[in-house]
């Protein structure tokens, strides 16, 4: 049978999300899929309480924690489509998701990846996000954020240079030619390193309104620090950007990135953010440490290359309002697009 998806759902502690994540996979009008449940060593019954009342579910467990791009990764070496869709656990589907998942790939030329609309769980008028911009700042810009989802303008298919792997659905043949998420990066900006790639390998990432889920947000990274996070976020996008773009490019947005950063830091020291502070120095390091390997992945990557940076950005590259910067240091989403 043609058309698998599999859908590899990564959990670390959400069985209160999972009963309503998994029942509405299977209300799906669409049938010929496959669930790969991926357990980050969970404490909360999460794999008792799939096995018991999902016994057709494939259930991978790790002994460790290995992060979003780690579990999908296991997850990914069980995954038996031609179709594989990353889907957080904290979600929930309306009945054609797989439907119109697939169907994006059916009217979307040269198309690699493909998210779904978002809407957040708690904000049902509201989007969680449509995809991400490439900016001049070096910052994405994270389009339809926390805006009005019934706008014309968030329903409509478009490319953008990132999907959110919340709910984003790959070729598996793509990922087979130039590889899936990368595990150095635990969790945070995975989708986007891996988006980059297939951006510069000559295919493309789109938005499809037409599919919808129903995010929480963040309801596994709430059980981990700010700190944490800004750490994996920080070390994740430098290390993508050494990987991925052409020297034309990191010659122009390094000093960016870390001018940005720099400022970044001294805000945080003024709000008596210390390990924040912290944590971008620490992401620095670490990619100084981990250069060599780094540079190995980057001669890799090169070689897949049939677009350069310049050409898909034209495409992929918009710069938001400045007030959408400050939104994104406070931590807000109260911003008109």
């Not at 990132?162 to 598996?172: E, P, Q, W, Y």
């Not at 990135?257 to 390990?275: D, H």
Request: hydrophobic share 40%; with cysteine.
């Amino acid at each position: 049978m043609k058309n698998i998806i599999s859908i590899i759902i990564v959990n670390y502690n959400g069985k209160k999300w999972l009963k309503k994540c998994l029942d509405s996979l299977y209300a799906q009008t669409y049938k010929n899929f496959e669930i790969i449940f991926v357990d980050n060593a969970s404490v909360d019954d999460s794999v008792a309480f799939v096995r018991s009342n999902y016994p057709e579910i494939k259930i991978v467990i790790s002994k460790k924690n290995l992060g979003f791009a780690g579990g999908n990764t296991l997850g990914f070496k069980y995954a038996k489509g031609e179709y594989v869709l990353l889907l957080n656990n904290d979600t929930w589907a309306e009945k054609d998701y797989l439907l119109f998942l697939l169907e994006a790939f059916t009217v979307i030329p040269n198309l690699g990846s493909v998210q779904s609309k978002i809407i957040l769980m708690n904000e049902p008028d509201k989007l969680d996000v449509c995809g991400s911009y490439w900016t001049d700042s070096s910052f994405l810009y994270h389009f339809g954020m926390g805006q009005d989802q019934s706008k014309q303008k968030y329903n409509t298919p478009m490319p953008f240079f990132s999907n959110k792997g919340a709910s984003m659905m790959l070729k598996k043949e793509v990922i087979d030619k130039i590889g899936f998420l990368d595990d150095d990066f635990w969790s945070y900006y995975e989708e986007t390193d891996l988006c980059n790639r297939i951006w510069l390998s000559g295919y493309e990432c789109w938005y499809y309104p037409k599919a919808i889920i129903h995010h929480a947000v963040g309801g596994t990274a709430i059980t981990f620090s700010n700190s944490f996070i800004q750490f994996h976020n920080f070390k994740n996008k430098l290390m993508s950007f050494l990987k991925n773009f052409e020297l034309t490019t990191l010659v122009k947005i390094l000093p960016i990135y870390f001018i940005f950063n720099f400022l970044l830091s001294i805000f945080w020291i003024f709000q008596g953010k210390l390990r924040h502070f912290l944590a971008l120095y620490q992401a620095i390091w670490w990619n100084l440490n981990h250069f060599n390997k780094t540079l190995k992945k980057r001669s890799e990557i090169q070689l897949l290359r049939k677009k350069a940076d310049l050409e898909y950005f034209k495409i992929v590259k918009k710069n938001p309002k400045l007030n959408y910067f400050y939104s994104l240091v406070i931590g807000s989403r109260n911003y008109e697009e």
